[in-house]
């Protein structure tokens, strides 16, 4: 399963066929978001949350509005929103994921403690995500694999004691193997094996 192709049609496919697709806002977003319009769609689908907070279809398209709007922490928010009434959706944690991934790595200020808290999280949806999906994806796995690579060199900054130095190359090594599996699928990557030696490079660092 392709995640990113797989959640674009769907998205049309709710936009276009279901009850809450039978007026002109839902038009407007669906128009919207097949253009790639999506601060309209989320003005659109942010009427339609007010009116029906709990409808998961209007959800799913806000999440994804707001994640491809650039609003990660409102993305974050309508996802968990999602997965209360939805725990089954791969896509809520796969976006989810990204979203907390992105806010850890570009932080506001107010949001720096909170960088640790972020990248785990991240991490954990990742996982949820491929266990859901029920395969192995090369992009659940390549984002879990850049989440643990951007993780350890978070942590790599203040490692000072051997224990600590231990701990980030514990999370290199796992993104390591997640950049690997994804290789197994996909071998020529040059992108992935570039990754692969960066994560190698950092190692013998912290050695």
């Given at each position: 399963?392709?995640?990113?192709?797989?959640?674009?049609?769907?998205?049309?496919?709710?936009?276009?066929?279901?009850?809450?697709?039978?007026?002109s806002i839902d038009k407007?977003?669906?128009?919207?978001?097949?253009?790639?319009?999506?601060?309209?769609?989320?003005?659109?689908?942010?009427?339609?949350?007010?009116?029906?907070?709990?409808?998961?279809?209007?959800?799913?398209?806000?999440?994804?509005?707001?994640?491809?709007?650039?609003?990660?922490?409102?993305?974050?928010?309508?996802?968990?929103?999602?997965?209360?009434?939805?725990?089954?959706?791969?896509?809520?944690?796969?976006?989810?994921?990204?979203?907390?991934?992105?806010?850890?790595?570009?932080?506001?200020?107010?949001?720096?403690?909170?960088?640790?808290?972020?990248?785990?999280?991240?991490?954990?949806?990742?996982?949820?995500?491929?266990?859901?999906?029920?395969?192995?994806?090369?992009?659940?796995?390549?984002?879990?694999?850049?989440?643990?690579?951007?993780?350890?060199?978070?942590?790599?900054?203040?490692?000072?004691?051997?224990?600590?130095?231990?701990?980030?190359?514990?999370?290199?090594?796992?993104?390591?193997?997640?950049?690997?599996?994804?290789?197994?699928?996909?071998?020529?990557?040059?992108?992935?094996?570039?990754?692969?030696?960066?994560?190698?490079?950092?190692?013998?660092?912290?050695?």
């Open positions: 399963m392709n995640i990113i192709k797989h959640t674009i049609l769907g998205l049309i496919i709710i936009s276009s066929t279901s009850s809450y697709a039978q007026n407007k977003v669906m128009d919207a978001m097949l253009k790639g319009d999506y601060k309209t769609a989320v003005l659109q689908l942010e009427k339609s949350s007010i009116k029906e907070p709990n409808n998961v279809n209007v959800l799913k398209m806000l999440g994804y509005s707001y994640y491809q709007s650039g609003d990660y922490e409102n993305s974050i928010t309508t996802y968990s929103n999602l997965i209360v009434l939805k725990p089954t959706e791969v896509s809520a944690y796969y976006y989810r994921g990204k979203a907390r991934l992105n806010v850890a790595n570009d932080p506001k200020q107010s949001l720096n403690s909170m960088r640790e808290n972020f990248y785990l999280a991240a991490i954990k949806d990742f996982t949820k995500a491929s266990e859901l999906s029920g395969e192995e994806d090369t992009q659940m796995l390549q984002n879990r694999g850049l989440a643990y690579k951007d993780y350890a060199i978070f942590k790599s900054f203040k490692a000072k004691k051997s224990t600590e130095k231990q701990s980030c190359v514990a999370l290199f090594n796992n993104s390591i193997a997640d950049f690997q599996k994804v290789l197994t699928l996909q071998p020529l990557r040059k992108d992935i094996i570039d990754w692969i030696t960066y994560d190698k490079a950092q190692i013998a660092s912290l050695k």
